[in-house]
């Protein structure tokens, strides 16, 4: 069974950057899919970004050119740097897996396909 666990989050002003981590097991480096995703107050959860185990990238909109997602398959670790945040950025971040070649388009549906889920970590961004 696939285990995701995340860290990094934290409070920042407008403008400022943030670093979050996602620990995989091994078993989800192999053949995956490892998302970002969000879920402000009030909100339903969005995805954020997507990697997959041939580095392919997906970004939601919202966060082209600011957000960067990456992995290091040696230390089993996925990454997110955000850089000029916005209020809007703020909300739970959720590192997920999903054991398949391919990630799924951005979407409400992407959610439902992966597996494996990280318990979250709070991002607050203050104006």
């Known amino acids: 069974q696939v285990h995701v666990a995340e860290s990094g989050g934290g409070s920042v002003q407008a403008g400022g950057s943030l670093r979050l981590s996602c620990e995989t097991d091994?078993?989800?480096?192999?053949?995956?899919?490892l998302g970002w995703f969000r879920q402000a107050p009030g909100k339903e959860r969005e995805a954020v970004a997507f990697?997959?185990?041939?580095?392919?990238?997906t970004y939601a909109d919202s966060v082209k050119g600011r957000f960067i997602i990456s992995q290091d398959n040696a230390k089993n670790n996925m990454y997110l740097q955000m850089v000029s945040l916005k209020p809007e950025d703020a909300g739970m971040y959720y590192c997920?897996?999903?054991?398949?070649?391919?990630?799924?388009?951005?979407?409400?549906?992407?959610?439902?396909?992966?597996?494996?889920w990280g318990q979250g970590t709070l991002v607050n961004v203050s104006s």
């Open positions: 091994g078993h989800a480096q192999s053949t995956h899919c």
């Open positions: 990697i997959d185990s041939d580095g392919d990238i």
């Open positions: 997920a897996a999903r054991v398949a070649a391919w990630c799924p388009p951005m979407g409400r549906v992407a959610e439902k396909l992966f597996g494996a």
